[in-house]
Structure formats: C-alpha cells, structure tokens
Nanobody
C-alpha cells in the first residue's frame, strides 16, 4: 500500500509560480513511476506530467509544456511539480499518482493522493 500526500497549492495571481510536492510512504518509492494530474471544476481529470523511476524520463501535457518542470528526490520519497507563468486556466485540484507496475503513470494507476487546490486569479 502506498500513501501519497500533496502540498504546495494555494491562491496565486496570473504569472506567479508554485511548487507542488508529493510525499510517498513506503520504502520502494524509487521503483514507482510517478506523475501529476489535475481536475478543473466541471471537467474530467487530465494528465499534467509524468516522471520515470530514476527521473531520466519525463513527459508533459501540451498545456503546461515549457512552463512546468517535474522532478523527484528518491532519497526523500518526494516528487515535485514546479509551475511557472501560471494562468487562470491552470486552476484545478492537482493530484499525484504512483504506479509500481508500469513504466509511466496513467489514469489506471492504482495509487492517488487526495489532491491540492491551485487557484490562479487573473
């Protein structure tokens, strides 16, 4: 069983930056593919970014590419999402996901956090 806890969300203005964190329980964090998804009001959950077990592989949604950086510190069991130049359309609940069985996270990944709210005002 893996428990994921997100933090770092908040209310910011357009153009600001935020760094989200996701701390995972367990001793095998380095073996999990990790990633971020988000869900805006009235919309389905959407992929944001993914990172492989060692951090060598990363992938981004077009909506955040060039503005966001995903990273992980396996010694701290923590994954990050640095988001810059935030836009009102980035407003959503951000969830981290972990997958011990696949090379990359997906909507079918078995472990999810409770989410952290990001609100970007114009």
């Amino acid at each position: 069983q893996v428990q994921l806890v997100e933090s770092g969300g908040g209310l910011v203005q357009a153009g600001d930056s935020l760094r989200l964190s996701c701390v995972a329980s367990g001793r095998t964090f380095s073996s999990y593919a990790m990633g971020w998804f988000r869900q805006a009001p009235g919309k389905e959950r959407a992929f944001v970014a993914a990172i492989g077990q060692t951090g060598g592989f990363t992938s981004y949604a077009n909506s955040v590419k060039g503005r966001s950086t995903i990273s992980r510190d396996n010694a701290k069991n923590t994954m990050y999402l640095q988001m810059n130049s935030l836009k009102p359309e980035d407003t959503a609940v951000y969830y981290c996901a972990a997958d011990p069985d696949r090379a990359a996270v997906s909507y079918r990944s078995p472990y999810w956090g409770q989410g952290t709210q990001v609100t970007v005002s114009s």
